[in-house]
């Protein structure tokens, strides 16, 4: 069943459910045997990461740096600093020093997890870099510390420090206050043309593209889901989540290289993939095919052509397969397929999303026609992963991206042909990037009292401009501002408030009754304004607050607002 709860408190919530049902699976680093952990086990790690974190002294919305290949670690790091009200920041475990020496400038970094000894390497030799950085913890036990480092510990060492829950009782009390505003992870993308950007991903984020993908991925406690992708991408890291919502098993695939012999030896029942992945199992298979008999390649080229006809022909479209074809198709799959999908490791498979380039139709076309339901999706890590995906047990369409999640995702199709999207799960905007965040607004109120002048605004500047005319003076136009919010539920990114009114003439000159209705307006628009649209401003949203100088004191001749 989707569990829906914050993440603070997700792992948690979780273990009351499953207990002592397997949570995880995973190999030591460099290690070959698979062990595993149950949901209470993951929930305790996760707890000592939170209060081990406290003892470091980390503070609420504090950056966390993770430099490390796929791990448990990893996992626990992300949720114990969701824990205590944290925010994570993956960085590739194949990121360059200079790529990382970004990173941790950019969002101040103070404590940075590494996993193995590149990722160790490259981090202590551009500490002197970072004047933030304080201390690497070191998942690694086999990792080999420099001998000139007095500021690393190893994991085990950062767990140890706090195996007692020495500050549980504030760990709660985060629990308590965590909220849908405040940050999760900040993604750095890969800066192909220039610095990289720092995504900023919230809790609702997180919260709304769940509950969205819940609702098309049939996935649920029985399933057991391998990592191939890092979790540093926002495809693995959402995906992963996800399947940690429905009570799934996790595979944790530490080294992509080793994948397939993973998935022989795991025998999962899903994993989100790239095409590029795909089009390597196509080769081969093609290539074992053709160094096979001449007999056995007939036969498997006649089992594609009625898998493709079966799969492609009829299920894509929503129609029922004729008998006959389909009781040739449960012949080919047990013959043929059944043995294909065993040796990739897939004899239990369930479904398996794939993104993040364009697939080959004759790649997709033979997934499907040997019996692999891939869930072709299409995303961004601004969007948090899935804006549209095929739908399990649903017409699809080979070369489409699916069809739109759900959650009050909103698409539209530019005149200039981008993808415009709106929505809860939308990234407030790219951390200390004010330049590129200002570009993102999609509309601006204008409120006056004059009509015709905000008339003349609409037609005289480039950005979409609404004229909202509205006499500030008057109580019911609070009103009809309030309704009209509450209306349109618009996520306000910035506030400019400047109401009131002035003259310029000597103070003496201007009746008592004016100043008195001056300051009045001034002081109580800005906040009766700020008090209305306060609801819709979200976590980084800003104010500006433009009050009269007449609304404190008397100055002669500049009795006016500004």
Same mark, same amino acid.
């Given at each position: 069943?989707?569990?829906?709860?914050?993440?603070? +408190?997700?792992?948690?919530?979780?273990?009351?459910?499953?207990?002592?049902?397997?949570?995880? @699976?995973?190999?030591?680093?460099?290690?070959?045997? =698979?062990?595993?952990?149950? =949901?209470? !086990?993951?929930?305790?790690?996760? *707890?000592?990461?939170?209060?081990?974190?406290?003892?470091?002294?980390?503070? +609420?919305? !504090?950056?966390?740096?993770?430099?490390?290949?796929?791990?448990?670690?990893?996992?626990?790091?992300?949720?114990?600093? =969701?824990?205590?009200?944290?925010?994570?920041?993956?960085?590739?475990?194949?990121?360059?020093?200079?790529? &990382?020496?970004?990173?941790?400038?950019?969002?101040?970094?103070?404590?940075?997890? +590494?996993?193995?000894?590149?990722?160790?390497?490259?981090?202590?030799?551009?500490?002197?870099?970072?004047?933030?950085? !304080? *201390?690497?913890? &070191?998942?690694?036990?086999?990792?080999?510390?420099?001998?000139?480092?007095?500021?690393?510990?190893?994991?085990?060492?950062?767990?140890?420090?706090?195996?007692?829950?020495?500050?549980?009782?504030?760990?709660?009390?985060?629990?308590?206050?965590?909220?849908?505003?405040?940050?999760?992870?900040?993604?750095?993308?890969?800066?192909?043309?220039?610095?990289?950007?720092?995504?900023?991903?919230?809790?609702?984020?997180?919260?709304?593209?769940?509950?969205?993908?819940?609702?098309?991925?049939?996935?649920?406690?029985?399933?057991?889901?391998?990592?191939? %992708?890092?979790?540093?991408? &926002?495809?693995?890291?959402?995906?992963?989540?996800?399947?940690?919502?429905?009570?799934?098993?996790?595979?944790?695939?530490?080294?992509?290289?080793?994948?397939?012999?993973?998935?022989?030896?795991?025998?999962?029942?899903?994993?989100?993939?790239?095409?590029?992945?795909?089009?390597?199992?196509?080769?081969?298979?093609?290539?074992? &095919?053709?160094?096979?008999?001449?007999?056995?390649?007939?036969?498997?080229?006649?089992?594609?052509?009625?898998?493709? *006809?079966?799969?492609?022909?009829?299920?894509?479209?929503?129609?029922?397969?004729?008998?006959?074809?389909? @009781?040739?198709?449960?012949? @080919?799959?047990?013959?043929?397929?059944?043995?294909?999908?065993?040796?990739?490791?897939?004899?239990?498979?369930?479904?398996?999303?794939?993104?993040?380039?364009?697939?080959?139709?004759?790649?997709?076309?033979?997934?499907?026609?040997?019996?692999?339901? @891939?869930?072709?999706?299409?995303?961004?890590?601004?969007?948090?992963?899935?804006?549209?995906?095929?739908?399990?047990?649903?017409?699809?369409?080979?070369?489409?991206?699916?069809?739109?999640?759900?959650?009050?995702?909103?698409?539209?199709?530019?005149?200039?042909?981008?993808?415009?999207?709106?929505?809860?799960?939308?990234?407030?905007?790219?951390?200390?990037? !004010?330049?590129?965040?200002?570009?993102?607004?999609?509309?601006? =109120?204008?409120?006056?009292?004059?009509?015709?002048?905000?008339?003349?605004?609409?037609?005289?500047?480039?950005? *979409?401009?609404?004229?909202?005319?509205?006499?500030?003076?008057?109580?019911?136009?609070?009103?009809? %501002?309030?309704?009209?919010?509450?209306?349109?539920?618009?996520?306000?990114?910035?506030?400019?408030?400047?109401?009131?009114?002035?003259?310029?003439?000597?103070?003496?000159?201007?009746?008592?009754?004016?100043?008195?209705?001056?300051?009045?307006?001034?002081?109580?628009?800005?906040?009766?304004?700020?008090?209305?649209?306060?609801?819709?401003?979200?976590?980084?949203?800003?104010?500006?607050?433009?009050?009269?100088?007449?609304?404190?004191?008397?100055?002669?001749?500049?009795?006016?607002?500004?």
């Amino acid at each position: 069943m989707f569990n829906n709860a914050h993440l603070s +408190v997700l792992l948690h919530e979780q273990a009351k459910v499953y207990g002592n049902r397997e949570a995880m @699976m995973y190999q030591d680093f460099g290690g070959k045997e =698979w062990k595993s952990y149950t =949901w209470n !086990e993951v929930s305790e790690k996760v *707890k000592i990461v939170s209060n081990a974190l406290l003892c470091q002294g980390v503070k +609420v919305q !504090e950056n966390i740096g993770i430099y490390s290949q796929n791990s448990t670690q990893m996992l626990f790091s992300d949720f114990g600093a =969701w824990g205590i009200r944290a925010v994570t920041i993956p960085l590739y475990a194949t990121s360059s020093e200079q790529q &990382i020496e970004f990173i941790i400038n950019d969002a101040k970094i103070r404590l940075l997890f +590494v996993g193995e000894q590149l990722q160790y390497d490259r981090a202590f030799r551009v500490m002197p870099l970072c004047p933030t950085l !304080e *201390k690497i913890i &070191i998942y690694d036990n086999n990792v080999k510390r420099d001998e000139k480092d007095t500021v690393s510990i190893y994991f085990d060492e950062f767990m140890a420090q706090a195996a007692s829950l020495p500050h549980q009782q504030e760990v709660e009390a985060h629990y308590a206050q965590a909220n849908e505003d405040e940050l999760a992870n900040i993604l750095y993308t890969s800066g192909t043309t220039g610095n990289s950007k720092g995504v900023m991903l919230t809790h609702g984020q997180y919260n709304n593209a769940l509950k969205a993908n819940a609702e098309c991925v049939p996935i649920d406690e029985n399933d057991r889901t391998i990592n191939f %992708l890092p979790f540093a991408h &926002i495809f693995e890291k959402a995906w992963s989540i996800l399947n940690l919502t429905v009570g799934a098993t996790l595979i944790v695939n530490t080294d992509p290289r080793e994948i397939q012999q993973s998935m022989r030896e795991t025998q999962p029942t899903c994993m989100s993939a790239v095409p590029r992945f795909w089009e390597k199992v196509y080769s081969g298979v093609m290539e074992k &095919i053709e160094t096979s008999s001449p007999m056995k390649q007939k036969l498997f080229k006649n089992a594609l052509k009625i898998g493709r *006809k079966h799969n492609i022909e009829y299920v894509s479209k929503g129609l029922k397969p004729p008998f006959m074809l389909h @009781m040739q198709y449960e012949m @080919m799959n047990k013959l043929v397929f059944e043995l294909v999908r065993k040796q990739l490791g897939l004899s239990n498979q369930h479904l398996f999303p794939t993104a993040g380039a364009t697939i080959a139709p004759h790649i997709e076309e033979f997934v499907h026609s040997i019996g692999i339901n @891939m869930v072709k999706g299409y995303g961004l890590t601004e969007s948090l992963a899935t804006v549209s995906c095929d739908h399990l047990g649903k017409p699809y369409t080979v070369g489409s991206v699916g069809r739109p999640v759900g959650c009050g995702l909103q698409i539209k199709i530019s005149e200039e042909g981008e993808i415009l999207l709106k929505g809860k799960s939308i990234t407030p905007g790219y951390y200390n990037r !004010e330049d590129l965040n200002k570009e993102s607004y999609d509309e601006v =109120w204008v409120i006056a009292r004059r009509r015709e002048r905000l008339e003349e605004l609409e037609g005289s500047v480039s950005a *979409k401009i609404r004229a909202v005319p509205l006499d500030l003076t008057k109580s019911e136009a609070y009103d009809e %501002l309030k309704a009209l919010l509450e209306a349109e539920k618009p996520e306000v990114k910035t506030l400019v408030n400047a109401s009131g009114f002035g003259v310029f003439e000597k103070f003496e000159n201007i009746q008592l009754s004016q100043q008195l209705s001056m300051i009045d307006l001034n002081d109580k628009a800005l906040v009766a304004v700020t008090y209305i649209v306060l609801p819709y401003l979200k976590r980084g949203s800003e104010v500006y607050q433009i009050g009269s100088l007449s609304s404190f004191q008397p100055v002669p001749y500049i009795t006016t607002y500004g």
